[in-house]
Each structure stands twice: as structure tokens, then as C-alpha cells.
């Protein structure tokens, strides 16, 4: 259960017996009975502008935001966000760019909503930080048990490697 490493004993214990019992995805699907509607790269990047908006309106404006396939979860990669230098004129012009693994296209809305939120942290806060996390949690209060809950779905793939949703 390398997702969850870091979690207290009891509670690899009960996600541990969910696996066993293999009751983990029925427990998924009670909690969170439908994926988001988000489903094209413009809708992802409409959704997080509305998301910046209203939480983040003076970080620097995002130029882009899609679904990436080549994305790994392996790779502790679930989404990414990046700066494109580009020199115009005699201006340098920085684009902000956050891409979202493909497998979250299928995922309920708060799933969605946590990587989201994390990226979009990453436009004021760099680092994974104090700073970061009370950013995270200011745009999301529930983050730190969503990100567990994916955390938990992302165990559910990989050891039953059959989507929930």
C-alpha cells in the first residue's frame, strides 16, 4: 500500500481489510456515487479558472490546462503545473500550464476538485510546505481527507486495477 505510507497503523489496518474483502470499490462507490462532468480540456480549464477566481485572484493568470495521458500515477505524477518562458520582443512572457492525469476524468467531483486544488496552490506556493497546505485547505477544507480518499483510490487500481466509477 505504498499510496498511503505515512498513515497511521489502524488505519492502513482498515483499508487493509477493505482490500482483503475486497469491498474497497463498493466502499468508494457508497461514499461517492458519481464522477464529475468534466470531461474535455476546456471544461477542465474553465472549471479551474473558475476555481483561481475564486480563490486565488491575484496569482498569475493560467494560459492552459488539460487532461494528460502520458501522466503516470507510478511516477507520483497526478498533475502537473508548469512555467513556459517565452521571450517576446524584448519581454520575457511566462505562460502557466497545469495538466491533470487522464484518470481523473472519471472520478467524482471532490477527487477532481483536491488535484485541482493542489495544482492551482502551486501558482502562489512552490514548495509542499506549512504555507502550501493551509493554501490547500483554504480552497478546499476537506482536502487533507480527500486527498486521502484518493489516495485510497488509487490503492483500489492498484490492486484491483478496475475503475469505480
Request: aromatic letters at 10%.
Amino acid at each position: 500500500m505504498r499510496y498511503l505510507q505515512g498513515y497511521p497503523a489502524a488505519t492502513l489496518a482498515q483499508v487493509e481489510q477493505l482490500v482483503q474483502e475486497n469491498r474497497l470499490a463498493a466502499w468508494l462507490q457508497q461514499k461517492y456515487p458519481q464522477a464529475h462532468s468534466v470531461r474535455t480540456d476546456k471544461a477542465l480549464f474553465d472549471y479551474l479558472q473558475n476555481l483561481k477566481n475564486e480563490h486565488l485572484r491575484g496569482a498569475e493568470p493560467l494560459s492552459k490546462a488539460m487532461f494528460d495521458s502520458k501522466l503516470h500515477v507510478v511516477n507520483n505524477a497526478l498533475g502537473t503545473h508548469t512555467t513556459v518562458a517565452r521571450v517576446q520582443g524584448n519581454k520575457l512572457k511566462a505562460k502557466r500550464e497545469i495538466r491533470i492525469a487522464s484518470l481523473f476524468k472519471t472520478v467524482p467531483a471532490e477527487f477532481l476538485k483536491m488535484i485541482a486544488v493542489h495544482e492551482l496552490a502551486h501558482l502562489k506556493e512552490r514548495a509542499h510546505d506549512k504555507a502550501f497546505y493551509q493554501l490547500c485547505s483554504y480552497m478546499e477544507p476537506s482536502y487533507h481527507q480527500l486527498e486521502f480518499e484518493v489516495r485510497v483510490y488509487l490503492t483500489h487500481l492498484e490492486t484491483a486495477s478496475a475503475p469505480v466509477w
